[in-house]
């Protein structure tokens, strides 16, 4: 033993784990072990960001580009509304990244950027706040803008 975690992280998590099971607490890098452990919380909030910027730009796409709406667009938002449910309900606390301002930022300026490139449309022709609030966000039904009912 004696992987460095800046050497080969997976190789001193390894370790870690070893010398956990094996009980050899006082050899254990408690300060990297802490900083990984917060960094898998990290992760997942990063994971549901994702999803939510992916359903968001899909969303945009949907309003701003009605000409275009069709299944595939409809699949992925109900993908990525049914794996937001499934993740919340797995983690519960991640239902706090939600009501957290800074955190609809990140997603909705992600999703802008991608609803930008898609479309063609600037950056400045979307709403600068996300226009939906997360309960018509996440409802099936709900399909933007003047076509507001999916295909059948």
Not at 36 to 44: N, P
């Amino acid at each position: 033993m004696g992987t460095t975690y800046e050497k080969d992280v997976i190789a001193w998590s390894q370790e870690q784990a070893a010398l956990l099971r094996s009980g050899r607490f006082t050899d254990l890098d408690i300060h990297h072990i802490a900083e990984e452990i917060e960094d898998v919380g990290k992760s997942e909030q990063r994971e549901l960001a994702n999803r939510m910027a992916v359903l968001l730009f899909h969303l945009l796409k949907w309003e701003f580009q009605p000409e275009r709406q069709g299944s595939s667009w409809e699949r992925t938002i109900k993908t990525q509304r049914d794996s937001i449910e499934r993740r919340i309900q797995k983690m519960p606390s991640l239902k706090s990244s939600l009501d957290d301002p800074d955190w609809w930022a990140d997603a909705w300026g992600d999703a802008i950027i991608e609803a930008s490139k898609e479309t063609g449309l600037d950056n400045a022709d979307f709403p600068e706040k996300c226009p939906w609030p997360l309960a018509e966000i996440m409802d099936h039904s709900f399909f933007p803008g003047m076509t507001n009912t999916p295909r059948p």
